[in-house]
């Protein structure tokens, strides 16, 4: 098969290696991809957003397959286009990535089929945002309602706090359009845990779990980001926790999603915290995470490329998906200054001199050559070192220390991923 990945990140890095290995792949091209992704296959320098441009590169190489990475091109309807010229894609439409593109869509969504979830209103108004952050004392959690890169996420201890994320969103209008109008939840504490499932639209099969280390810093300290870290299978579920999310959350939502005309074929991604009142929903993504498609993948027995068929053609209840007993981790180098300023064009040590394993693999996030074809960062997470062992502990031996041989003091990254 032609088969045509859309995106540039970590994440698509670690769904191209998963295709190349596939023996039904015969040509496979990135848009725009990476240097890394560039060991692997064809890169065309076509942006995720330019909708019409991914279309005509899809029709030039005659793919029989395309499959849509980020959140961006599902959002803005890729899949709709694609399919509008006959061509297959793996995802959800523009009407079903709504999950994702509207958090007020989703959080009134799951209130209609009756998925728990923390309390939540909307606002567009200033004044009424404030008002209510005084009725929630300040412990709330401020969220922009749009797509916002991982960014748009306020997790606030007092009012001050939570009135300057609402200033900023709805005033100065710091995530543009996406933060126009603004959610305020009620803050839940608990354990994290996200769970991957792929549907057709009617069935779906788990395809992972993994738990994010979102903030910044070690020990939880530090911003939001768009993720510093992820190990699989997530540790804080335990069977009778994972039953109850997919009795719970995953099922009524594929279910509710038909029955709303927006059939969810793709993957669904659930992150959930688990309370003392049971798992809650935090957010649906209608997408692998980065960077936790770089531990699910990677420990995947079953052909990715099979399971995207069976999800395009609804027959997924005809593959058994396989995920072994392994476990995996891996860690994100980032600039310093992610997930605020940083700078790029930082020249990195001889990556390309590293030949990934089976039990490591160096994935590129935000790299590309210069001038001079150096290899330089290009983003705020620059490389994800993903380690695969049969314990959490050789997992976390493994990527420290070959981090420590890679040597990029210009690069920072979190020491406690995966640490239990
Ligand atoms: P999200 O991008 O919606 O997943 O939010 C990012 C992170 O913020 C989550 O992983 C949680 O740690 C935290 N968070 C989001 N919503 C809530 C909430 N209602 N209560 C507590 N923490 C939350
Ligand atoms: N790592 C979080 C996300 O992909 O949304």
Redesign the pocket.
């Known amino acids: 098969m032609n088969i045509l990945i859309v995106g540039s990140g970590g994440r698509e890095h670690a769904i191209a290696r998963s295709v190349k290995n596939s023996p039904l792949t015969k040509r496979l091209v990135v848009a725009p991809g990476n240097p890394g992704i560039a060991n692997l296959a064809e890169c065309k320098k076509i942006e995720v957003d330019d909708i019409q441009g991914i279309c005509k590169l899809a029709k030039n190489i005659k793919a029989d397959l395309v499959i849509i990475g980020p959140e961006i091109p599902l959002v803005k309807g890729l899949k709709n286009k694609l399919n509008e010229i006959g061509i297959k894609a793996f995802g959800p439409t523009a009407e079903a990535a709504m999950i994702e593109g509207s958090k007020t869509f989703s959080r009134n969504f799951c209130k209609k089929y009756k998925i728990p979830q ?1 309390r939540f209103n909307y606002f567009s108004d200033l004044n009424l945002a404030y008002s209510e952050i005084d009725k929630l004392n300040g412990f709330c ?1 401020v ?1 922009a309602d749009g797509l916002a890169s ?1 960014k748009g ?1 306020f ?1 606030c201890d007092n009012k001050q706090e939570a009135k300057l994320a609402c200033k900023e969103m709805l005033n100065e209008k710091k995530f543009g359009a996406s933060g126009l109008k603004i959610l305020i ?4 504490t608990g354990k ?1 845990a996200s769970v991957f499932v792929v549907s057709d639209g009617k069935d779906f099969k788990i395809i992972g779990t993994a738990q994010d280390h ?1 903030r910044a810093f070690d020990n939880d300290d530090g911003p ?1 980001t768009g993720g510093m870290g992820a190990i699989s299978p997530a540790p804080s579920l335990d069977d009778s926790t994972f039953k109850k999310i997919i009795t719970d959350i995953i099922q009524p939502t594929i279910n509710g999603m038909a029955l709303e005309k927006k059939k969810y074929e793709g993957i669904l991604y659930a ?1 959930v ?1 688990i309370t003392k009142d049971g798992p809650k929903l ?2 649906f993504n209608c997408r692998f995470g980065d960077p936790e498609a770089q531990v699910i993948l990677p420990l995947l027995e079953t052909d990715i490329v099979e399971i995207m068929i069976k999800s395009i053609s609804n027959n997924l209840k005809d593959i058994d998906i396989n995920f072994g007993t392994k476990k995996a981790i891996t860690v994100v180098l980032a600039s310093k200054g992610y997930p605020g300023e940083f700078k790029k064009d930082i020249i990195l040590p001889d990556i390309p001199s590293y030949k990934d394993s089976n039990n490591l693999i160096i994935y590129h996030s935000g790299t590309k050559l210069n001038k001079n074809d150096e290899l330089v960062t290009n983003g705020g997470r620059v490389l994800c070192i993903t380690s695969i062992s049969n314990t959490v502990s050789n997992c976390r031996e493994n990527a420290y220390n070959f981090i420590k041989k890679l040597n990029c003091p210009k690069l920072f990254y979190r020491t406690d991923i995966g640490k239990l």
Do not use: Q
């Open positions: 923390p959690v969220k991982g996420v997790v939840e009620e803050r839940i994290e979102k939001n992150g915290m935090i957010e």
